[in-house]
């Protein structure tokens, strides 16, 4: 459709059609839908809106070229770590307590190792694939914090107009914490990408996160306080996953390796 397309339009192009597709989707399709539309909307933007996709260069800006494997350990350790770490805390805290894993606890494990990291590659490709290089001429700092903002934004239709996600507990504090908690997570998964010119490092801890809190909470603690124990500390995005993984963002610096995509794009953006 465009044959040039500066990266702020690209950008901005995306973003208007990803919120769009979250507000249309969210209530009438379902999360299925709402999951896969970073994809979707890469793909229409890649393929339709620029054409880039069909360019060596349009898809190695992508970051999936590179397995980034210097930097698996690293997104595991702030991933799923952080999320041991807080099912840990409210143990400590005496809000719930470990316990023998029962029921498909086996069965379970599988589907997540299956359908994880496909739904985590859908989100990933397209905020950390395709809008945060497309974002890094307001500089790293500011690209991150935009994509932040905008991840929160698409969760949010989802939230809000229906009953499947987030809906447990005081709306206000459960909101103030969920986009606090993307937010650090944004920063957490950007850095892995920039630092290692690769896009699997960000996909590998998004599945890591969501597969650890969601396993822990379901087979491995127990709590009489559900709502406390897994909105308000160490569920998604509880107090305790936000300071965690808001700490990991920080020690991962500001400054990614020599060659990555931050000190490429003014040879990529125009």
């Known amino acids: 459709m465009f044959r040039r397309l500066s990266d702020r339009a690209a950008a901005l ?3 208007v059609l990803v919120l769009g597709v979250s507000l249309a ?14 994809l979707l909307v890469t793909l229409v933007m890649l393929l339709v809106v620029t054409r880039d996709g069909w360019t060596r260069d349009g898809r190695r ?27 840990a805390g409210v143990v400590v805290c005496g809000s ?20 994880g990291p496909v739904l985590a590659f859908a989100e990933e ?15 790293e700092g500011t690209a991150l914090l935009v ?28 909101l103030a914490l969920f986009a606090g908690s993307v937010l650090a997570f944004s ?8 630092r290692s010119d690769s896009l699997w490092p960000a996909v590998l801890g998004h599945f890591a996160h969501n597969a650890t809190f969601a396993w822990l909470g379901t087979y491995a603690i ?28 920080l020690l991962l610096g500001h400054q990614p390796l020599p060659g990555t995509v931050s000190s490429r794009v003014s040879r990529s953006s125009g």
Do not use: M, Q
């Not at 490709?125 to 500089?139: A, D, H, K, T």
């Not at 107090?239 to 963002?249: E, I, N, P, Q, R």
């Open 13 to 15: 192009t995306f973003i």
């Open 25 to 38: 989707t969210a209530r009438v399709l379902g999360g299925l839908i709402l999951a896969l539309s970073p």
């Open 61 to 87: 800006r992508l970051g999936t070229g590179r397995l980034g494997l210097r930097d698996w350990p690293v997104a595991l350790a702030t991933t799923a770590g952080v999320s041991l770490l807080a099912a």
């Open 96 to 115: 719930a307590h470990f316990v023998t894993p029962g029921g498909p606890w086996l069965k379970d494990a599988v589907a997540l190792g299956v359908t």
């Open 125 to 139: 490709v397209g905020w950390r694939g395709y809008l945060l290089p497309r974002l890094l001429w307001l500089g």
């Open 147 to 174: 994509s932040g903002v905008v991840w929160v934004g698409w969760h949010l239709p989802y939230i809000l107009l229906t009953p499947l996600y987030h809906h447990d507990g005081n709306r206000v504090l459960v």
């Open 187 to 194: 920063a957490l998964l950007g850095r892995l990408r920039l």
């Open 222 to 249: 127990s709590t009489t306080h559900p709502v406390v124990v897994n909105e308000y500390l160490a569920g998604d995005t509880g107090l305790f996953v936000l300071l965690g993984t808001a700490f990991c963002a």
